[in-house]
């Protein structure tokens, strides 16, 4: 999905939840700037659905909710629409939003790219509550992981092809096959060259 600016003027905060309650479309909010969401591709689309469904089913006894696309992760200058989120502590008051997530995933594309791996991957380091964040290639099988040690630190790795993500927060796992099942690969000149991206950012 990409994110062209959509209202080129800043606004508030509070201009914001009223732009979007009478928009039919998605924005998200930083730094005051709007940014339009648009549509998603069929493979991101199932990618999304799988990750949900695999952790909305771990939900029973975890205390967690899990929410996919709709549902507004609330910052303090910024508003993101994960692809999908997960919250275990106690919910936000505002039915719309939650402010303290314990799993966070972004689905790539080729427009988005930056934003997850850059600018989100450093605003969602900065969440108190946030244990894991999955970044996932929606044209290969490779996902970026980061995730807080014991003593809090971020730490960071790769899997590719296959393995497993350990999730504690739910007492459960995710393994590739599954966020890949059913899934049709890119051909290696359609990628999004994800080892080249990952060598220059890091």
């Given at each position: 999905m990409t994110l062209p600016l959509s209202h080129p003027s800043p606004m508030?905060?509070?201009?914001?939840?009223?732009?979007?309650?009478?928009?039919?479309?998605?924005?998200?909010?930083?730094?005051?700037?709007v940014y339009a969401m648009t549509g998603a591709t069929k493979r991101h689309n199932r990618i999304v659905g799988r990750i949900y469904a695999r952790l909305l089913a771990a939900e029973q006894g975890s205390g967690c909710r899990t929410y996919m696309e709709a549902v507004k992760l609330r910052l303090r200058d910024r508003i993101y629409y994960p692809d999908v989120m997960v919250a275990c502590g106690p919910s936000s008051p505002d039915r719309y939003t939650e402010d303290a997530p314990s799993i966070l995933v972004e689905v790539l594309s080729e427009s988005t790219w930056q934003i997850d791996r850059r600018e989100k991957l450093a605003a969602y380091h900065g969440i108190a509550s946030l244990q894991s964040y999955l970044i996932v290639a929606q044209d290969?099988?490779?996902?970026?992981?980061?995730w807080r040690d014991a003593e809090g630190t971020w730490q960071y790795d790769v899997l590719a092809g296959a393995g497993t993500i350990e999730l504690p927060?739910?007492?459960?796992?995710?393994?590739l096959d599954e966020i890949y099942e059913?899934?049709?690969?890119?051909?290696?000149?359609?990628?999004?060259?994800?080892?080249?991206?990952?060598?220059?950012?890091?």
């Amino acid at each position: 999905m990409t994110l062209p600016l959509s209202h080129p003027s800043p606004m508030t905060l509070e201009d914001y939840f009223s732009y979007e309650d009478r928009s039919n479309a998605r924005h998200e909010y930083v730094e005051g700037f709007v940014y339009a969401m648009t549509g998603a591709t069929k493979r991101h689309n199932r990618i999304v659905g799988r990750i949900y469904a695999r952790l909305l089913a771990a939900e029973q006894g975890s205390g967690c909710r899990t929410y996919m696309e709709a549902v507004k992760l609330r910052l303090r200058d910024r508003i993101y629409y994960p692809d999908v989120m997960v919250a275990c502590g106690p919910s936000s008051p505002d039915r719309y939003t939650e402010d303290a997530p314990s799993i966070l995933v972004e689905v790539l594309s080729e427009s988005t790219w930056q934003i997850d791996r850059r600018e989100k991957l450093a605003a969602y380091h900065g969440i108190a509550s946030l244990q894991s964040y999955l970044i996932v290639a929606q044209d290969e099988r490779y996902v970026l992981r980061h995730w807080r040690d014991a003593e809090g630190t971020w730490q960071y790795d790769v899997l590719a092809g296959a393995g497993t993500i350990e999730l504690p927060t739910m007492r459960t796992m995710l393994t590739l096959d599954e966020i890949y099942e059913g899934v049709e690969i890119s051909p290696p000149e359609q990628r999004l060259r994800i080892r080249e991206l990952e060598q220059a950012y890091g």
